[in-house]
């Protein structure tokens, strides 16, 4: 008798904080895109349109790491530490990646 009431107890409790009911209303949520997800996938930026080319491409500074192929923003960790002898400086994302060079994981740029 105790063993069905612990499992009564079990069920109940399992109904109680699942989402697994019948009848359930099922919630959706939206994600409506902001600034900051426009022009990205995975979160590293995509093509942008020639106005937005001319304008990234005279205010955003590129840090390059030259020993890890690796690019950066100013702003990122990574870039503060590098040393002089293998960092450089661009503000052409699309020539960096057409050198070979890849946006960091950590700041995407």
Do not use: W
């Amino acid at each position: 008798m105790r063993f069905v009431k612990i499992m009564l107890l079990c069920f109940t409790l399992c109904l109680a904080f699942c989402s697994c009911k019948g009848d359930a209303e099922v919630k959706q949520t939206v994600i409506l895109p902001d600034e900051n997800t426009q022009n990205t996938v995975n979160g590293y930026k995509t093509e942008p349109n020639a106005d937005e080319t001319e304008q990234s491409d005279t205010q955003t500074l590129y840090i390059v790491n030259t020993s890890s192929g690796k690019f950066h923003l100013e702003t990122c960790r990574y870039a503060k530490e590098l040393k002089d002898e293998s960092k450089d400086e661009s503000r052409n994302r699309e020539k960096l990646i057409a050198d070979g060079y890849s946006p960091c994981k950590v700041c995407k740029p």
